[in-house]
């Protein structure tokens, strides 16, 4: 009798392996929904805070104010004193639109202040611009001096 060797896997194995990276997914899935909620919030954070840096850089580039205004929960909007009066009003010069939500679906945020920074870069008021979803919370701070942080 000739007895033949085989190669490969029999069904049963397959099965098996399939049944235990089932196993391992359904274990991993509640992990990998905080981590995601979290890598948002510090997305969201990190693009609050760089739109206000912007703002602040545009400020000193073009020789006026600029503010950024916080319009909702999700929304803000970046205005420049184009009349030159010393006062940023809404609806004033380039309007540059930002929403969190486009690309931060469950991150939403609340500000103390609307920042108005001026020529030499500082900022006429202390601004804090707290964000927050599942994951807990972000806070990004505007100094007097322009400068930008986030913690939390």
């Known amino acids: 009798m000739t007895y033949y060797r085989t190669r490969g896997f029999t069904l049963i ?3 098996v392996v399939i049944a235990i ?3 391992m997914a359904a274990i991993a899935a509640p992990n990998f929904k905080s981590f995601m909620a979290q890598r948002r ?3 969201a954070a990190r693009q609050v ?3 206000l840096m912007a703002a602040r850089m545009k400020a000193v580039t073009i020789n006026q104010k600029v503010k950024v205004s916080f319009t909702g929960n999700h929304a803000y909007e970046i205005w420049n004193d184009a009349n030159s009066n010393g ?3 809404d609806n004033e010069g380039d309007d540059v639109a930002k929403d969190i939500q486009v ?3 469950d991150v939403t945020f609340s500000s103390t202040a609307n920042p108005v920074f001026d020529p030499r870069g500082t900022a006429a008021a202390l601004a804090t611009v707290t964000l927050t979803n599942s994951a807990g919370s ?3 701070s505007v100094a007097i001096t322009g400068r930008v942080v986030i913690s939390g």
């Open 13 to 15: 194995e397959l099965m």
């Open 21 to 23: 990276m089932a196993i």
């Open 41 to 43: 919030l510090n997305g």
């Open 49 to 51: 805070m760089s739109d």
């Open 87 to 89: 006062t940023v009003a």
């Open 103 to 105: 690309d931060y679906h």
């Open 138 to 140: 972000k806070t990004v």
